[in-house]
């Protein structure tokens, strides 16, 4: 039986962001062979989020990596989970401590993991079990240049990308660096889960606008949950 009433708890589970909510992704996008876009599929646990966030950040926290080329990254950067993404001088690899305080990353967040697996499960990817969750931070102007993600050891394993905050363009390219892009506009609460023929394609983000979100200010913030080691 449908309701009025279904329809108000749905609106108001949405609103109060219940992380058990039945509140469901309104469909899931297709944008390549392995790789779906799922419309607000976290939005439903934001508040758990951002709260896990904080508490990552609070003890590792967000710093501005070098490329192997000398560059300083316009996107601020941390992790957690038993690996973490790091770049510097001598290239791009996973380490199971923050070079920064010499310390293991913070653990992954339960919310995190449950989402993680729920968002790879609805893309048909199941059984997935991150080991490192990369957080990226966006302020106005940062942006990701074109690049693949193949430090990880299992290319079998997808990557699910959740955006919070300010949106963003993500582009999309193919498995050549020269292939044209698809540009994607990625809002809060948007989840891409990507894997089998897409997991090499090439990636990015443009310059963000400046803009402003309720919840989490002048900022955007994308969590990449990979399976790494
Ligand atoms: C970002 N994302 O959206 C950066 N990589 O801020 C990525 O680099 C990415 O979203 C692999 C798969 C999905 C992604
Ligand atoms: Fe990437």
Redesign the pocket.
């Given at each position: 039986m449908s309701s009025g009433g279904d329809e108000m708890k749905r609106l108001r589970d949405r609103a109060t962001g219940d992380l058990l909510a039945p509140v469901g992704p309104s469909g899931a996008e297709h944008l390549a062979e392995g790789a779906v876009l799922l419309r607000g599929f976290a939005a439903p646990a934001q508040t758990i989020l951002l709260a896990a966030i904080r508490e990552v950040v609070a003890r590792a926290p967000f710093r501005h990596m070098v490329t192997p080329g000398g560059f300083r990254m316009s996107?601020a950067m941390t992790n957690c989970g038993a690996l973490g993404w790091v770049t510097d001088r001598k290239g791009y690899r996973y380490d199971s401590v923050d070079p920064q305080n010499g310390e293991p990353w913070p653990r992954m967040p339960d919310a995190f993991l449950k989402l993680a697996r729920d968002a790879a499960s609805h893309a048909g990817f199941s059984d997935f079990v991150p080991d490192a969750c990369l957080i990226?931070r966006?302020e106005p102007g940062a942006k990701?240049s074109l690049?693949q993600?193949k430090n990880e050891v299992d290319f079998g394993e997808p990557?699910v990308?959740v955006?919070l905050g300010i949106p963003?363009v993500?582009l999309f390219g193919g498995l050549n660096r020269g292939d044209k892009p698809i540009r994607v506009a990625?809002t809060h609460g948007d989840v891409?889960v990507?894997g089998g023929p897409a997991r090499l394609r090439y990636?990015?983000?443009t310059p963000l606008e400046d803009a402003q979100h309720v919840l989490v200010g002048r900022y955007?913030l994308?969590l990449?949950f990979r399976r790494a080691g």
């Open positions: 996107v990226n966006y990701l690049h993600d990557i990308s955006s963003a993500f990625l891409v990507w990636h990015g983000v955007r994308n990449t």
